[in-house]
């Protein structure tokens, strides 16, 4: 069975551009949650998504929204780039949302942002 | 608010010696309590959890970690480490309400001599 993809890999942008990061979650799991990683450090919650609806939210500014689609993919976007948004951008999918339900992660998308 | 410790930002051990990792938590209730593994330009690998009964939990690849209330502590152990171990490891508290979040920790770096 195919795990989380994310795509693409790697991108670089540059300041004040805009990005679209796209996760595909795990066959039969409806649960997709977004962190951020920042070199050094641990993941950051950024967005919980179950059946299309935002379940949970981390300290992020506005500028970071994302949305679940029907099949359970999902996209991150972040506006107005700034350089410390730089980071690895980390999918997670699970069955439910629930506490008990395992995340299994994505490798990944790291964003150089120039 | 809920918070992770890990005290070691970089550990080296040698091959075939046994291994602790150290993990400190700060949360109110009971927590939930994970470790994964992120091998250089990877996504995270869950290698244990704790919910909740027996504090000595076995998990993937002959991890073993236990929970103890009283020291607010979930140490990571292996009794003897290859050097295929070699990765950073990151302990997280699961927070529930508004949201599946992981909190993570730093992260502990592993280097492991031959």
């Known amino acids: 069975d195919a795990g989380v993809t994310q795509s693409p890999t790697h991108l670089i942008k540059t300041r004040g551009q805009h990005v679209t990061l796209r996760c595909s979650p795990i066959s039969g799991h409806k649960s997709v949650s977004w962190y951020q990683q920042v070199l050094g450090q641990g993941p950051q919650f950024i967005f919980q998504?179950?059946?299309?609806?935002?379940?949970g939210r981390g300290n992020f500014p506005d500028r970071f929204s994302a949305r679940q689609f029907p099949n359970y993919s999902s996209e991150l976007n972040v506006n107005a780039l700034l350089l410390g948004d730089s980071a690895l951008y980390l999918c997670?999918?699970?069955?439910?949302?629930?506490?008990?339900?395992?995340?299994?992660f994505g490798n990944g998308t790291r964003l150089t942002v120039t | 608010a809920q918070s992770v410790t890990q005290p070691d930002i970089h550990i080296t051990v040698s091959e075939g010696a046994s291994l602790e990792l150290r993990c400190n938590y700060s949360?109110?209730?009971?927590?939930?309590l994970f470790w994964y593994v992120q091998s250089p330009g990877q996504g995270l690998q869950l290698l244990l959890k704790y919910f909740s009964g027996d504090t000595l939990v076995q998990g993937i690849k002959g991890f073993e970690a236990e929970f103890k209330r009283s020291q607010s502590s979930f140490n990571l152990r292996k009794p003897s480490v290859h050097w295929s171990d070699a990765a950073e490891y990151f302990c997280?508290?699961?927070?529930?309400?508004?949201?599946?979040?992981?909190?993570f920790g730093t992260g502990t770096q592993l280097k492991v001599e031959l």
């Open positions: 997670a999918s699970s069955p439910t949302p629930d506490g008990n339900s395992p995340l299994h």
């Open positions: 997280a508290v699961l927070i529930t309400g508004g949201g599946n979040k992981l909190t």
């Open positions: 998504y179950y059946e299309k609806e935002e379940r």
């Open positions: 949360y109110g209730a009971t927590p939930y």
